[in-house]
């Protein structure tokens, strides 16, 4: 499968997310350090976890107060987290693990190895919240929806919905995973069979998403301001916490997150002890009843009742594969075939400032991302200096992947640094190149190094940005932060055209291009 | 407890470690100053275990510190799959206590523990299953309800509709509940590292072996497509017989789920009622004889005082155990929620487990 990284590319992601995570609770870049997740801290537990328990602040803070013990989760996908396990990455690394879910991982015999114990602590089922107005339009009964009715809803144009990138974040592929066994008509655990059979139905399916994010949170904002999808697809809880969604199980069965933390093999047995008594404590009533109070995630033990809100009616669990072969056959289907395909224009900074160690580490970065690059994607390179230099098109041709990659390579081995920065006219010219009109996800990467010295000011991009209509309006641009360009500056690009900034000055270059991925 | 006034010179020297690491990283206070409460009164030996994870609600009851204080003891256990603690590096425990006899024999062999080994207490498979489920098995003779709450499985009539792919659908009665669809199957965890999951396979490997023991490689290889089809059926298992628990109670997963009668029953004991749950005996079940395997002297004594002292029987009990030799313990315990267990197992056969290496090539193969 081509979607595979370098362990070298997992942890610059890790570490990006790490850096965003500090950056966006303030800290100095002075504390950062002090606050290296990877050096290990006595009564701290450093968890490698979902990013969906980011939500969980509350009660990592009740749960020190109960034990003295802090909780320091770094946050990666599923399937980076298990691909790090595997490769014994995570040993002296990371002192648990939290996943939404240990299926995938006990698919992966060299890293369900590393754990000694698994204890689920709350529970979410996969769900689809949809606008009020939607489920009225559709004459939804919401306790009695199914994926049948969902399906049809999205073949006869009349829903449309945003979900998270299967590869990168959990509730993407426990989504992907409930689609594909109802769809299937599968009777019991998913096989290729069935998945084979199924392509076709799902193909039509995956028409009717307009939206893609590597995050939960990303999607929920980016839902809000796009204002034209009618539904998002992802775990209960994160669709409580959204305000105005009418929260629908769907009858025919979910696939549920239940949480497990979990202990490594690695780790020491003091370590292992920590575990255990915060496991102990998150399931004491108390913490219990804070967990589905504040998170929306039903509870694990019998005493405490879900939240107000969490419909106790039952519904079928869909099993998840039992073979690796199954969930990533599915994924790479998902990737390649199934989903609308994405358009990218990357608009480069290599202006005189790049030339030496930053400019190397774009072609590194750049040249890494093409193992990533999925069937049917149309990649644009825009380098820039005082000007746009040239623009050079590749669709990653199914018949033959090999060749498109190849030309990114090529070209990006060709790259050279000289002239000024025309950020805001290099990003005018990248709306232009996108047009409107075709059926992808489609996006600009801005990276660059340094601040607006040539052509046209912010003001006037302004201007442009707000004169656009349609598709080109909802195209966001993913300004990535690196040498001395200006946060202030790339935050405005971010928050005008509905993007996400992501910080290649505290995390690395290709974590930065690596995370975005999720988000094409 | 003997030989405590040998050991004080030892305690202060730990005392000067503990300062000491407090003066570098105060964070560990809380965890020393814990133990030192648990410990008060009387000096007692720390023993360290790998258990399966059924008992560590059992171990961590404030009731059961206390008890096992009472006798000298600071009991310190980490939960293990019962077949994947032969993977761990068991270096510096004093005994491991799996789920039942055959993973115990294997440590046994590997660590040289002397048999027999202690067996303090012991608990039947059971299935739950949410009211719905129960009542449309027992419409299709798949199981018989005695009561609201507790029934037996047919467990031959079950194996058969397996077999046949038998769905929720095509039971009669099921269309009533939505979340009654798909392959009719049972819940358990992964046989390969959970031992419920290795003895629903036994229980099923006897039955379809017509009331025999698997033994001969003609007894693997005539039941392994029956097993290979109930553990394929369920995709992804869990790794412990406390997930499908858990996940069972906060009504995510399967309506039925393989369990230990244990597991249900210190639910109700402690609490007195289940909803709309139903307890399912199979006709033939298997017994999780929990077994200590004494790692050294420490480890053998507690596990002989886990049989022996009537307090921790008592306890035993109180988290849904069968203590060995004596049913009365139990059946008096379980007074209040009669509607929901079999105390005596009337009518439940047991069947014998195989082997572990037979019980392994089994699991193998139906992992395929």
């Not at chain 1, 409107?436 to 059926?439: A, I, L």
């Given at each position: 499968m081509r979607r595979r990284r370098s362990a070298r590319a997992l942890l610059a992601a890790a570490a990006a997310t790490a850096a965003t995570a500090a950056l966006l609770s303030g800290c100095t870049s002075d504390d950062h350090k002090k606050d290296d997740p990877t050096a290990p801290k006595p009564g701290t537990l450093r968890v490698l976890a979902s990013s969906e328990l980011s939500d969980m602040t509350a009660v990592f803070d009740r749960v020190r107060k109960d034990t003295g013990i802090t909780i320091r989760p770094t946050y990666m996908g599923t399937l980076d987290a298990v691909d790090l396990l595997a490769r014994g990455k995570a040993d002296g690394a990371y002192d648990a693990l939290w996943l939404s879910s240990d299926d995938y991982l006990r698919l992966r015999p060299d890293a369900a190895k590393k754990v000694v114990s698994e204890t689920p602590v709350m529970s979410s089922p996969v769900a689809i919240g949809v606008r009020p107005a939607t489920v009225k339009a559709l004459g939804w009964k919401p306790e009695q929806v199914t994926w049948g009715q969902i399906e049809q809803a999205v073949q006869d144009g009349r829903l449309t919905y945003g979900m998270t990138d299967p590869a990168r974040s959990n509730s993407g592929f426990s989504t992907l995973i409930s689609v594909a066994s109802a769809l299937s008509g599968a009777q019991s655990a998913l096989t290729d069979a069935d998945v084979a059979k199924a392509t076709p139905r799902l193909k039509e399916f995956f028409k009717g998403q307009k939206l893609t994010s590597g995050s939960s949170g990303w999607l929920a904002t980016a839902y809000k301001r796009r204002g034209t999808v009618d539904a998002l697809l992802n775990y209960e809880s994160v669709l409580k916490g959204v305000p105005g969604l009418t929260v629908i199980r769907p009858g025919d069965g979910v696939v549920t997150a239940d949480y497990p933390l979990s202990s490594l093999a690695s780790t020491s047995a003091g370590t292992r002890e920590d575990v255990r008594r915060v496991t102990e404590d998150l399931r004491t009533d108390a913490v219990q009843k804070l967990i589905t109070d504040t998170t929306h995630r039903r509870p694990v033990v019998a005493s405490v009742p879900p939240a107000a809100g969490l419909d106790t009616g039952r519904r079928r669990e869909l099993p998840f594969p039992g073979s690796r072969s199954v969930a990533d056959g599915l994924l790479s289907s998902y990737e390649n075939e199934l989903r609308r395909p994405s358009r990218t224009v990357y608009v480069l900074d290599t202006s005189g400032s790049m030339a030496g160690e930053r400019l190397t580490a774009l072609k590194t970065a750049l040249t890494g991302l093409t193992g990533d690059f999925r069937d049917r994607e149309e990649v644009t390179l825009m380098p820039f200096g005082s000007t746009v230099k040239s623009v050079r098109t590749h669709v990653v041709d199914p018949k033959d992947p090999k060749a498109g990659l190849a030309a990114i390579r090529q070209d990006t081995d060709g790259l050279t640094a000289d002239g000024g920065t025309a950020i805001y006219t290099s990003l005018e010219k990248a709306y232009d190149h996108l047009g409107?009109?075709?059926?992808t996800f489609t996006s600009i990467v801005l990276m660059t190094d340094g601040e607006n010295t040539a052509g046209v000011d912010a003001g006037d991009f302004d201007g442009f940005y707000r004169s656009l209509t349609g598709i080109r309006r909802d195209t966001p641009v993913f300004p990535i932060l690196f040498g001395d360009s200006s946060r202030t500056e790339l935050q405005h690009i971010a928050d005008l055209t509905g993007g996400r900034l992501f910080d290649a000055?505290?995390?690395s270059l290709d974590g930065a291009f690596e995370e975005i991925r999720g988000y094409q | 407890m003997s030989g405590s006034g040998s050991t004080v010179p030892g305690v202060r020297r730990i005392a000067g470690i503990v300062l000491a690491v407090l003066l570098i990283g105060g964070v560990v206070a809380a965890v020393v100053a814990g133990r030192h409460g648990e410990d008060k009164g009387t000096a007692t030996k720390t023993v360290r275990g790998v258990i399966g994870s059924e008992k560590a609600d059992f171990f961590a009851d404030p009731d059961v510190v206390k008890a096992l204080a009472a006798k000298g003891y600071t009991v310190k256990v980490e939960s293990s799959g019962s077949w994947a603690m032969d993977g761990l590096d068991l270096k510096g425990y004093d005994f491991a206590f799996p789920g039942s006899q055959a993973p115990a024999d294997q440590l046994a062999a590997k660590y040289h523990a002397q048999e027999p080994l202690p067996r303090p207490f012991y608990s039947p498979l059971v299935v739950v299953a949410h009211r719905s489920a129960a009542d449309v098995l027992a419409a299709n003779g798949l199981a018989v309800l005695d009561g609201q709450h507790r029934g037996t499985l047919k467990t031959g009539a079950y194996l058969d509709a397996v077999r046949a792919d038998r769905t929720w659908q095509q039971l009669k009665g099921a269309t009533a509940h939505g979340e009654l669809t798909g392959t009719l199957y049972i819940t358990s965890t992964d046989p390969e590292t959970s031992n419920s999951g290795a003895l629903y396979l036994a229980d099923a490997s006897y039955v379809a072996n017509g009331g025999k023991v698997v033994a001969s490689t003609a007894d693997v290889g005539r039941t392994a497509p029956l097993l290979r089809k109930l553990v394929s059926v369920q995709g992804a298992q869990q790794s412990s017989s406390d997930s499908v628990f858990r996940d069972f109670v906060s009504g995510a997963g399967n309506p039925l789920v393989l369990m230990y009668e244990s597991q249900i029953a210190s639910l109700l004991i402690q609490q007195h009622t289940a909803n709309d749950l139903v307890v399912l005996y199979p006709d033939t079940t298997v017994n999780s004889d929990h077994t200590v395997v004494p790692l050294d002297a420490n480890g053998r004594a507690l596990g002989e005082l886990l049989g022996t002292d009537p307090a921790l029987r008592k306890l035993a009990v109180r988290h849904g155990f069968r203590p060995q030799g004596d049913a009365a313990e139990f059946v008096s315990a379980a007074v209040g929620v009669s509607g929901y267990l079999n105390q005596n197992l009337t009518g439940v056969r047991q069947a014998p487990v195989p082997t572990s290496q037979v019980l392994h090539e089994m699991t193998r193969r139906a992992r395929g």
């Open positions: 409107g009109g075709k059926d000055q505290q995390g | -």
